[in-house]
């Protein structure tokens, strides 16, 4: 009788662990990260009873989750390259809508400045059209203040989002080596583990993973070791380390607000700096990458633009005089040559970014008087003894690169010699050297040629002579007898670098911001900020289209997981009814034996 009582019982509690499996997966159906959970039995050893080996019911040894290690760990970095591409296409989403906003970005203001320059020289002694001018350029200065404040809005957000990543890194650290440890205490061995505590830990682990990029090794006592970037530890066992985000030096000594990432060694307290290009994915490497080459390089091009803008503008305003006829002091702009020589300087594109958005961030206009717009070219010209040919208007020309540009001394004189009959007919005499000039591409009449001192001059004549003329050319003076003879040149010569090519193309993105010194200019400010944001866009796209591809490739990885592994409400209903019945004829065999034994008892 008490093989059938004990046979009964076993069935009997083994359909009430079933149930209470079952009913456990029921109750974490809606748990992220649960795997579904088995019992798992056999029928237990039986015992010879002469005749043969009876059964004596069964054993229960296991309750183990449905798991599979390489679907999690692919789920881990599908999810660490997803978060990384939607952290990226957030920040350039917003730095590609402020540069191709037409109401946002600089090219219609550009347009507009170079605009009212084409009005003051229709009329260059008007105070108005002169001060529409200034309004223009700090219109245009304010409008590079404003991209450059949303810059710094993008670039502080993602080094603060950096620095709160960090920190929830080091809280999942935290958690998981705690788990670690009750992992070990709860360990019967076997496959005999805490289910739901190594629930528990993949989901940190997943987590971690929308951070940055974790590899997981697990340990043979069932603990994990999680590592980052090159083998770096974040979880040792029961051992989690600290995740430092640096500024500056020594990582990047050259730029103080430069991030870095570092792992704190616990014994010897030493940080070790993680190479941001290793670490594989996650929010932290999005943030990272986005900062270091994107936005560095959208500030980094205006920067450029801003300096070589700036210039070029200076430096030929400072050739012209004003309208009192006296030379230029100074320029339109606030002079950022001092922002281009830290940028050359710089031996890192973390300290070249950080002296061209220094640059960006200084661009202003300095000239506030509408009567000192030097709009008048700095030289005049003689009359020609036989009073042909005439020089209507003779000008300095600004070189595009900042090499010496110095205006005309006054001695010894210039002058240009008329020969009819030659091709070109003019000559420039300064100092007894000759020199030959060519006819201007640009504009019918005018020529042009370089002194021996580096000067650029241009000129345009009217008239021919059929003798030879010499016919002289001097600074102006600022005398009262010159004002009826100002013109307008050095202000058509500064609306000429709208089509100037001011810019070199930006090499690339990753080992330098500048072009290497001399590299051909090939670009006007215009087309350069078209290229920015070709730029711009183009990497917006791929990084979009990156986006979604990680983002389908998740959600299968997600569907085949929940397959695999996740509650299934129709299937644990019909196992409650299936271990329901178990326990019912289990009670059965326990009556009959109840009842057998209670027979025996009244044959007494």
Sequence with gaps: MSGIFSIGISGLNAARAALDVTSHNISNVNTDGYNRQRLSQSAATPQFVGYGYAGRGVDLYAVSRLYDGFMERQLQSVTASSSGFDTQLTALSDIDNLITDGNAGISNLLQSFYSGMQTLGQQPTSIAARQSVLSQAQSLASRFQSMNDRMEEVRHGL????????????????????????????????????????????????????????????????????????????????????????????????????????????????????????????????????????????????????????????????????????????????????????????????????????????????????????????????????????????????????????????????????????????????????????????????????????????????????????????????????????????????????????????????????PATGATRTANLQSFYGQTISYIGSRTNVVNVSSKAQEAALQDVQLKKEAFSGVNLDEEAANLLRYQQAYQASSKVIQVAQEMFRTLLDLR
């Design 159 to 514: 080094i603060n989002q950096i620095g709160t990543s960090a920190e929830t890194v080091n809280a999942y650290s935290k958690q998981i080596s705690d788990l670690n440890r009750q992992i070990i205490a709860l360990n019967q061995q076997n496959g005999r583990l805490p289910n739901d505590l190594l629930d528990q830990r993949d989901v940190l682990v997943r987590d971690l993973n929308k951070m940055i990029k974790a590899d997981v090794v697990e340990q043979g006592d069932g603990t994990y070791n999680v590592f980052i970037g090159q083998g770096h530890p974040l979880v040792l066992g029961e051992a989690s380390y600290e995740m430092v985000v640096s500024r500056g030096a020594p990582a990047n000594p050259e730029d103080p607000e430069a991030p870095s990432i570092s792992i704190r060694l616990p014994n010897a307290g030493t940080l070790v700096t993680v190479d941001p290009q290793r670490l594989g994915g996650g929010s932290i490497t999005g943030a990272m990458t986005t900062l270091t080459y994107d936005v560095a390089r959208a500030q980094a091009d205006l920067g450029r633009m801003a300096i070589e803008f700036s210039d070029a503008i200076n430096r030929q305003h400072e050739l012209g005089v004003d309208l009192e006829g006296q030379p230029a002091v100074g320029g339109i702009f606030a002079d950022l040559s001092a922002q281009r020589a830290a940028a050359e300087a710089a031996t890192t594109p973390a300290g070249q970014a950080k002296a061209l958005r220094e640059a960006l961030s200084l661009f202003s206009v300095v000239l506030q008087e509408p009567s000192k717009l030097a709009v008048a070219s700095g030289l005049q010209a003689g009359a020609a003894a036989g009073g042909s040919p005439v020089i209507t208007s003779v000008w300095q020309v600004a070189n595009l690169a900042p090499d010496a540009n110095s205006v005309l001394p006054a001695a010894p004189s210039l002058a240009l010699n008329y020969t009819p009959g030659n091709n070109p007919p003019f000559e420039a005499d300064f100092g007894g050297t000759i020199i030959a000039v060519a006819p201007s591409l640009t504009q019918s009449g005018v020529y042009q040629f370089t002194l021996p001192t580096g000067q650029n001059i241009s000129f345009k004549s009217e008239g021919l002579s059929s003798s030879n003329q010499t016919i002289p050319i001097t600074p102006r003076t600022g005398a009262v007898s010159e004002l009826a003879q100002m013109d307008n040149a050095n202000l058509l010569e500064m609306a000429r670098l709208q089509t100037r090519p001011l810019m070199a193309a930006t090499p690339n993105s990753t080992t330098t911001f500048l």
